[in-house]
């Protein structure tokens, strides 16, 4: 089982900016036992499979999803503090992330190879946060509004 856990982000200066767009109440089906949450999002329009980690403060795409949406690694590098200990990543901002009928614009992310395949990333807090969401785990639903 696939166990990533980020515990704390370190403090970004400068204000988030906010966009996020939903279509009414939206669920989106999860793959999974129980113990591991898996969701079919979009980054930058390409498709790909993450870990739904409500612990987790800020979304992780692996260096291969990074290079095949087209993200670059920004120059600001932030530490991240993990299960597994501390280390840095490259910061950068996904243009879009969209979970079923819910797309968030500019949504920070780090870079880092802690999402083994076939996994393409983590969504964290830095996505789910911009909307109000609740899992069903007997339904296997993520709902976000």
């Known amino acids: 089982m696939i166990r990533v856990a980020l515990l704390a982000l370190a403090l970004v200066t400068g204000a988030a900016r906010v966009d996020a767009d939903w279509a009414g109440n939206n669920e989106v089906p999860l793959d999974g036992g ?3 949450w898996l969701v079919h999002a979009m980054i930058d329009g390409t ?6 980690d ?7 795409v692996s260096p291969a999803t990074a290079a095949r949406v087209g993200v670059r690694n920004g120059t600001e590098r932030i530490e991240l503090h993990t299960a597994n200990g501390t280390f840095q990543a490259p910061l950068v901002t ?21 999402v083994p395949p076939p996994l393409d990333g983590i969504i964290g807090l830095s996505f789910l946060n911009r909307f109000s969401y609740a899992i069903d785990p007997r339904r296997r639903m993520l709902r976000l509004h």
């Open 54 to 60: 409500t612990g987790a403060s800020v979304c992780v």
């Open 94 to 114: 996904l243009r879009t992330v969209e979970i079923g009928a819910t797309r968030a614009r500019d949504v920070q992310a780090v870079v880092h190879q802690a």
């Open 34 to 36: 129980g113990s591991a």
């Open 47 to 52: 498709r790909g499979t993450f870990l739904l």
